[in-house]
Structure formats: structure tokens, C-alpha cells
């Protein structure tokens, strides 16, 4: 009886040992996101929510994004993309003035970027400086992009600002 148990408990040792460590069984770590990335994700949430009418979970959404965003920029200072986000993000909670200031760092990082461009003149659409918008569209002149088409037609008022 003795062996017998005894025999049974290396065999259950065995069985585990090998599981454990049997050549590709170790899992894959998983990868942990940036707090861009992690913003970047809360925004997309939050255009979800918004074109659902769910102001108030979009607002959250947007808050979260935008202490991503701060916190990403203390780590990695002056990124046009991180700039871009965190003047979107501070726009859509009504802080034109400060949403204005990031795309303007963004711009001086990369003149070009197409979403703060985009963003850029949607904010001075909305803000009633149609001159301003037209400039942005004019760098986006000839980018072919779905930006410049979308910027256009709120300028013209064909279209209501989606973000």
C-alpha cells in the first residue's frame, strides 16, 4: 500500500513538473499598454458613446484619456501625436482655450500632422474663426485624406463637427 501511494505521488509530481515546464507551455507575458495606448483606447469609447447620445460616459471616457495623456507627456515630453490627443481630449470638455495650446505645441513639433490639423480647425469652426479653419484646410490641401474632406465640409457647413 505504501509503494503504491508512494508511486502515485511521483506520478502526480511528474504530471505537474512536466506541465510546468514542458517546452511551450510557459505563457506569453502580456503586454502591458503605454498610457498613450490606454488613451488612445478611453477616446474611441468615448466617440462610441458620444454618437449614442451618452453624453455623461463620454465625458468620463475623455477625463480618463486626458490623465493618460498628462501623464504619458511627463514621461515622453512633446509628442505631436500625445499633443494632438490632448488638445482633442481638452476640447471636448469645453476647455477651447488650452485645447488650442496643445495643437499649436503639436504644430510647432510637426506643422503637417493631419489630426491636428484637422482638430485644429474644427476647434476654430466652432470657436467662429473661419479664416483660421481655412488655413488649416489649405495645409491639408493635398494630404488625400478623409481629414481634409471631413474639415471641408464642416468649414462649408455641410456637416456638423462629429468630434
Known sequence: ?????????????????????????DPKPAKVKT????AVSAIKYAKKYEKKG???????????????????????PLQADTLNYLGFTTRKLGDYENGEKYY????????????????LGELYVVTNRISLA????????NC???????????????KKSKY
Open 1 to 25: 500500500m505504501i509503494k503504491k501511494n508512494f508511486l502515485t505521488a511521483i506520478c502526480v509530481l511528474l504530471l505537474f513538473s512536466t506541465n510546468l515546464y514542458s517546452a511551450g507551455s
Open 35 to 38: 498610457d498613450y495606448e490606454k
Open 54 to 76: 451618452k453624453a455623461e460616459k463620454a465625458k468620463k471616457r475623455y477625463e480618463k484619456a486626458q490623465k493618460l495623456l498628462l501623464k504619458s507627456n511627463k514621461e515622453k
Open 104 to 119: 499649436l505645441l503639436g504644430l510647432e513639433i510637426n506643422p503637417n500632422h493631419v489630426g491636428i490639423n484637422e482638430y
Open 134 to 141: 481655412k488655413e488649416r484646410l489649405k495645409v491639408l490641401e
Open 144 to 158: 488625400n485624406c478623409e481629414e481634409y474632406d471631413e474639415l471641408k465640409e464642416i468649414i462649408n457647413g455641410n
